[in-house]
């Protein structure tokens, strides 16, 4: 029984390195082609009209993601780089489109309307993300504000130590100050 445990152990892990290696949208298992996979898609947008990157699209049933991301799959299992990917998308595949396997989905009745923006592209629409430096931006600004309350908060400790004491006076020093009072009214 001791040594069936960390076998069955080791089974059961190494099982599941499958399916880790695998997105939810794509039917590719190499881990490799998996994460470029997510890199893409997370890249492209999915022209249904959801404004959400294509591995982000959930809409089932009849969406463009469905077909767009088959062919990303196939793109990736035959070699594509991801600049051939992406300027393929955007710019369109050309000759490739009509006669590949590759948009097999889009040749499909219901995705036809599809296969002449795989040929001729979709145009800077289809990435996701703007090229924008909108992380840097608000990491500046978020360091600006931090700045600003620590220097605010040691002004407001300076100028609490800058305020004098009270200054506590002798009995005879008060008797004289109480005298100079009653005599200038």
């Known amino acids: 029984m001791k040594v069936i445990f960390p076998i ?3 089974l059961a892990l190494a099982s599941t390195s499958k399916i880790n290696s695998q997105s939810a949208h794509s039917r590719l298992t190499d881990s490799k082609l998996v994460k470029r996979f ?3 898609s997370h890249k492209l947008m999915c022209t249904c009209g959801c404004n959400m990157p294509l591995r982000n699209c959930n809409h089932t049933g009849h969406c463009n993601a469905w077909p767009a991301r ?3 799959d196939k793109l990736l299992l035959a070699g594509f780089s991801d600049t051939q990917i992406l300027d393929g998308f955007k710019n369109g595949f050309g000759n490739i489109a009509d006669k590949s396997d ?3 989905m889009a040749k499909r009745e219901d995705y036809a309307y599809m296969l002449p923006q795989f040929r001729d592209g979709f145009g800077s629409k289809i990435f996701s993300a703007p090229e924008s430096n909108y992380l840097a931006v608000f990491t500046v600004l978020g360091f600006i ?3 600003g309350v620590v220097a605010l908060f040691i002004r407001a400790r300076r100028k609490r130590k800058a305020i004098p004491e009270t200054v506590v006076l002798d009995e005879s020093k008060r008797q004289a100050l109480l005298q100079r009072i009653s005599h200038s009214d």
Do not use: I, N, R
């Open 8 to 10: 069955l152990l080791v």
């Open 38 to 40: 997510d890199a893409l």
């Open 70 to 72: 088959d062919a990303l």
């Open 102 to 104: 590759f948009f097999s």
């Open 145 to 147: 504000l931090c700045a």
